[in-house]
């Protein structure tokens, strides 16, 4: 079932809000900046063994813990920022996954100067198929399966699959231009 259809089949209503703003709003829309591409990275990272809902109810707590996905501040951050994570119940609190983004972080301003940007490095390594993808983030990040990363290329528009063709938002995202099109 497809994201798509699946809104449709939920309930409670906040819950089928929660998702329709997401699947309305950003899921399949490319993004440019690369703090928010990282952020998406942070939050497919935290899904890993969770719900999406419980990130979705997450992310503004994500986006204040972590400095709005700001990857310089992550990049620098120390033992103590990491203790507060793990004390902030507003995200989840799993070590591993708070020392990924701290790393991931580190890789990404290596990489921003390489590239000029993550962005940038993305779009050198297009296309791909998810396979190959899954290799390269693999090699490159921590903590990134495969579906982390289906699911992340998914989300910003490099991989196909997001809506199906008869959403009305597939449309809007064709307007944009996503990757995987090209």
């Given at each position: 079932m497809s994201y798509c259809t699946a809104i449709d089949a939920m309930q409670p209503e906040e819950?089928?809000?929660?998702?329709?703003?997401?699947?309305?709003?950003?899921?399949?829309?490319p993004l440019h900046d690369d703090n928010e591409l990282f952020g998406r990275l942070i939050m497919e990272i935290n899904q890993a063994g969770l719900s999406w809902e419980t990130i979705l109810k997450k992310e503004s707590a994500f986006r204040r813990a972590y400095d709005n996905f700001s990857i310089e501040k992550i990049?620098?951050?120390?033992?103590?920022?990491?203790?507060?994570?793990?004390?902030?119940?507003?995200?989840i609190r799993n070590r591993l996954k708070i020392n990924a983004a701290i790393e991931n972080a580190k890789t990404l301003l290596a990489l921003?100067?390489?590239f000029d940007s993550f962005e940038k490095w993305l779009e050198h390594h297009?296309?791909?198929?998810?396979e190959e993808w899954t290799r390269l983030f693999r090699n490159t990040f921590r903590f990134t399966g495969g579906e982390i990363v289906n699911e992340?290329?998914?989300?910003?528009?490099?991989?196909?699959?997001?809506?199906?063709?008869?959403?009305?938002?597939?449309?809007?995202?064709?307007?944009?231009?996503?990757?995987?099109?090209?």
């Amino acid at each position: 079932m497809s994201y798509c259809t699946a809104i449709d089949a939920m309930q409670p209503e906040e819950r089928k809000a929660l998702h329709k703003n997401y699947h309305d709003n950003f899921y399949g829309f490319p993004l440019h900046d690369d703090n928010e591409l990282f952020g998406r990275l942070i939050m497919e990272i935290n899904q890993a063994g969770l719900s999406w809902e419980t990130i979705l109810k997450k992310e503004s707590a994500f986006r204040r813990a972590y400095d709005n996905f700001s990857i310089e501040k992550i990049a620098a951050y120390t033992e103590k920022d990491c203790e507060r994570l793990l004390a902030d119940a507003g995200i989840i609190r799993n070590r591993l996954k708070i020392n990924a983004a701290i790393e991931n972080a580190k890789t990404l301003l290596a990489l921003q100067k390489e590239f000029d940007s993550f962005e940038k490095w993305l779009e050198h390594h297009h296309p791909k198929t998810k396979e190959e993808w899954t290799r390269l983030f693999r090699n490159t990040f921590r903590f990134t399966g495969g579906e982390i990363v289906n699911e992340f290329l998914m989300s910003i528009g490099y991989l196909s699959g997001s809506h199906d063709e008869d959403c009305p938002v597939y449309q809007r995202i064709m307007a944009q231009k996503p990757k995987w099109k090209e």
